[in-house]
């Protein structure tokens, strides 16, 4: 069972922020993508990125606070770590803002 899942498992806080992120994310991709596709720019559009940004980064930045101050989140990736390599949270880290 890999380790995310292992966690949401336990931690409903941890789940909801991690969904949180993820959904986040994925509205960010999707619009930039949209737009990359379709070519649009303006202040409008930039604005609205950059809204999409801020969001994300405040979830993430929500997802880690909690990883450091959760104690269960911390046992159970303290767990984790000699049975997995990646995190939820290292995967975020490779697509953001690339
Ligand atoms: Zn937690």
Redesign the pocket.
Known sequence: MPADHF?TAI?T??ERLLFACQRALEILDHRRQQIGALGFAGKNIGDELLCLEAAYARAYAHLES??EN?Q??RFVSKLGHRHFSSSPLAELEKKSFV
């Open positions: 966690r931690c806080d941890y909690h990883d959760c269960l989140c």
